[in-house]
Protein backbone atom coordinates (compact mmCIF):
# COMPACT_ATOMS: atom_id res chain seq x y z
CA UNK A 1 0.00 0.00 0.00
CA UNK A 2 1.42 3.26 -0.75
CA UNK A 3 0.74 5.85 1.08
CA UNK A 4 0.32 10.00 0.21
CA UNK A 5 -0.24 13.30 1.75
CA UNK A 6 0.46 17.06 1.02
CA UNK A 7 3.38 17.81 1.91
CA UNK A 8 2.74 20.97 3.32
CA UNK A 9 0.13 19.31 6.06
CA UNK A 10 3.28 17.03 6.68
CA UNK A 11 5.41 19.62 7.27
CA UNK A 12 3.15 21.64 9.54
CA UNK A 13 2.05 18.80 11.14
CA UNK A 14 5.41 17.94 12.12
CA UNK A 15 5.88 21.25 13.11
CA UNK A 16 2.69 21.96 15.53
CA UNK A 17 2.12 18.33 16.31
CA UNK A 18 5.49 16.50 16.33
CA UNK A 19 3.87 14.14 14.02
CA UNK A 20 5.30 12.90 10.56
CA UNK A 21 2.67 12.08 7.88
CA UNK A 22 5.75 9.83 7.22
CA UNK A 23 5.11 7.32 9.60
CA UNK A 24 1.72 6.89 8.99
CA UNK A 25 2.60 3.27 7.56
CA UNK A 26 3.45 2.25 10.99
CA UNK A 27 0.03 2.96 12.87
CA UNK A 28 -1.98 1.48 9.94
CA UNK A 29 0.37 -1.81 10.26
CA UNK A 30 -0.50 -1.91 13.96
CA UNK A 31 -4.16 -3.10 15.48
CA UNK A 32 -6.54 -0.68 15.09
CA UNK A 33 -7.39 0.90 18.90
CA UNK A 34 -11.07 2.00 17.16
CA UNK A 35 -13.57 1.44 14.65
CA UNK A 36 -14.05 2.44 11.07
CA UNK A 37 -15.78 5.57 10.75
CA UNK A 38 -16.71 7.56 7.58
CA UNK A 39 -17.15 10.96 6.66
CA UNK A 40 -19.80 11.55 4.32
CA UNK A 41 -20.78 15.34 2.92
CA UNK A 42 -24.62 15.54 1.37
CA UNK A 43 -27.46 17.50 1.06
CA UNK A 44 -29.54 18.00 3.80
CA UNK A 45 -32.41 20.43 3.15
CA UNK A 46 -30.67 21.88 0.33
CA UNK A 47 -27.65 22.75 2.52
CA UNK A 48 -24.20 21.25 2.50
CA UNK A 49 -23.27 18.91 5.24
CA UNK A 50 -20.45 17.12 7.06
CA UNK A 51 -21.76 13.45 9.13
CA UNK A 52 -18.76 10.95 10.92
CA UNK A 53 -20.71 7.35 11.11
CA UNK A 54 -19.31 3.98 11.92
CA UNK A 55 -21.57 0.84 11.17
CA UNK A 56 -22.71 -1.31 14.33
CA UNK A 57 -24.12 -4.71 13.24
CA UNK A 58 -27.02 -3.80 11.27
CA UNK A 59 -27.03 0.21 12.48
CA UNK A 60 -26.26 3.27 11.15
CA UNK A 61 -24.53 5.22 14.01
CA UNK A 62 -24.19 8.89 13.62
CA UNK A 63 -21.00 10.28 15.54
CA UNK A 64 -21.24 14.04 14.69
CA UNK A 65 -23.00 16.15 11.90
CA UNK A 66 -22.41 20.15 11.22
CA UNK A 67 -22.97 21.87 8.33
CA UNK A 68 -19.89 22.46 5.63
CA UNK A 69 -17.75 25.19 6.05
CA UNK A 70 -17.01 27.36 3.06
CA UNK A 71 -13.95 25.14 0.96
CA UNK A 72 -16.21 22.21 1.83
CA UNK A 73 -19.77 23.87 0.42
CA UNK A 74 -17.79 24.80 -2.97
CA UNK A 75 -16.32 21.24 -2.85
CA UNK A 76 -19.50 19.72 -2.67
CA UNK A 77 -21.62 22.44 -4.77
CA UNK A 78 -18.90 21.20 -7.57
CA UNK A 79 -19.82 17.69 -7.69
CA UNK A 80 -23.56 18.53 -7.33
CA UNK A 81 -22.71 20.22 -10.79
CA UNK A 82 -20.60 17.61 -12.41
CA UNK A 83 -23.01 14.81 -11.54
Do not use: C, H
Amino acid sequence: MRITYDPAKRERTLRERGLDFADAAEVLAGPMLTEERYVTMGLLRERVVVMVWTQRGDDQRIISMRLADEKEQQLGENRRDDG
